[in-house]
């Protein structure tokens, strides 16, 4: 049995449950369109710092923020588009707005769709008139986000995508990934180095943030404190997993990205959508 409800929890929350594996996603349309909670068989998955989700001076920690149409940071926060410089903060625009219910559905599975419409803020730091479709469908142990990137501007729109999940973790030392690359790039320290079978072990005492390659069209790792193994199935366009975490922090980002670091101004790995048209990516999430 599926079923869709609504409360409010300073903003309004969309429950999406699945009565018969005791699954479920929260959703805040409000603050970027976040899933701010997903829990399989009673168990909770993503980490959320709740004070950073009701203070909307705040970016949000947790849950699964929205990258579009940057990952990552750009030099300065500036980036330059036919001669005109403009300002973007950091992962974009997408997780900071105002998103609207557009369809609800709990016959099959239980799903919402929801729309980011660009308006004259946006226009201010990314000069395209586009629009986003995302639709959550939760169906067992599965969460799937369905995009439409819709191009409603008379020229080539470039973009950047991705996702930042919070994974809830204790003991980091017990996750484990299975990716498909030979080699990472450690954005702290600025270096590439080869990946072999223990080289991505994550502990509490110092920063990570890596940049893995993936050949393949899904990756999974292991945690240990849930006992559980997440798989990642994902559209080709999805080329990179970034890896991240601090000290001190119950959580690890296992990141889809489209793109690396500040490319609306290297311009190397854009993702480019025509005229009047639009682009369809798929992301999933299975717990097991």
Not at 67 to 84: E, H, M, R, V
Not at 265 to 280: A, H, M, T, V, Y
């Given at each position: 049995?599926?079923?869709?409800?609504?409360?409010?929890?300073?903003?309004?929350?969309?429950?999406?449950?699945?009565?018969?594996?005791?699954?479920w996603?929260?959703?805040?349309?409000?603050?970027?369109?976040?899933?701010?909670?997903?829990?399989?068989?009673?168990?909770?998955?993503?980490?959320?710092?709740?004070?950073?989700?009701?203070?909307?001076?705040?970016?949000?920690?947790?849950?699964?923020?929205?990258?579009?149409?940057?990952?990552?940071?750009?030099?300065?926060?500036?980036?330059?588009?036919?001669?005109?410089?403009?300002?973007?903060?950091?992962?974009?625009?997408?997780?900071?707005?105002?998103?609207?219910?557009?369809?609800?559905?709990?016959?099959?599975?239980?799903?919402i769709k929801?729309?980011?419409?660009?308006?004259?803020?946006?226009?201010?730091?990314?000069?395209?008139?586009?629009?986003?479709?995302?639709?959550?469908?939760?169906?067992?142990?599965?969460?799937?986000?369905n995009?439409?990137?819709?191009?409603?501007?008379?020229?080539i729109?470039?973009?950047?995508?991705?996702?930042?999940?919070?994974?809830?973790?204790?003991?980091?030392?017990?996750?484990?990934?299975?990716?498909?690359?030979?080699?990472?790039?450690?954005?702290l320290?600025l270096?590439?180095?080869?990946?072999s079978?223990?080289?991505?072990?994550?502990?509490?005492?110092?920063?990570?943030?890596l940049?893995?390659?993936?050949?393949?069209?899904?990756m999974?790792?292991?945690?240990?404190?849930?006992?559980?193994?997440?798989?990642?199935?994902?559209?080709n366009?999805?080329?990179?997993?970034?890896?991240?975490?601090?000290?001190?922090?119950?959580?690890?980002?296992?990141?889809?990205?489209?793109?690396?670091?500040?490319?609306?101004?290297?311009?190397?790995?854009?993702?480019?959508?025509n005229?009047?048209?639009?682009?369809e990516?798929?992301?999933?999430?299975?717990?097991?």
């Amino acid at each position: 049995m599926f079923n869709i409800k609504e409360y409010v929890d300073k903003f309004k929350i969309y429950e999406l449950r699945d009565e018969k594996a005791d699954s479920w996603i929260k959703i805040c349309p409000e603050r970027g369109g976040i899933i701010t909670s997903f829990g399989v068989n009673g168990a909770e998955i993503l980490y959320l710092n709740k004070e950073t989700f009701y203070d909307t001076n705040k970016n949000i920690r947790g849950g699964n923020p929205i990258l579009f149409p940057l990952c990552g940071q750009l030099p300065d926060c500036k980036y330059t588009l036919n001669d005109k410089e403009y300002i973007m903060k950091n992962h974009g625009i997408a997780r900071t707005a105002l998103w609207k219910v557009v369809s609800k559905n709990n016959d099959e599975n239980a799903s919402i769709k929801l729309s980011f419409k660009s308006n004259k803020e946006t226009l201010k730091s990314y000069p395209f008139e586009f629009e986003l479709q995302f639709e959550y469908v939760l169906k067992g142990n599965k969460l799937t986000i369905n995009q439409q990137y819709i191009n409603n501007s008379n020229r080539i729109m470039p973009m950047s995508a991705g996702f930042h999940p919070y994974f809830y973790v204790k003991d980091k030392k017990g996750v484990r990934f299975n990716i498909d690359t030979d080699e990472y790039f450690n954005n702290l320290d600025l270096e590439t180095k080869q990946c072999s079978e223990d080289s991505i072990c994550l502990n509490d005492l110092k920063e990570f943030n890596l940049i893995c390659y993936n050949r393949k069209d899904n990756m999974s790792f292991y945690l240990k404190d849930l006992n559980r193994k997440i798989i990642f199935d994902y559209s080709n366009e999805f080329r990179y997993i970034v890896i991240w975490s601090t000290p001190g922090n119950d959580f690890v980002c296992v990141e889809p990205w489209t793109s690396k670091v500040g490319v609306l101004q290297s311009k190397e790995g854009l993702l480019e959508i025509n005229p009047r048209d639009k682009l369809e990516l798929s992301y999933s999430i299975t717990v097991e």
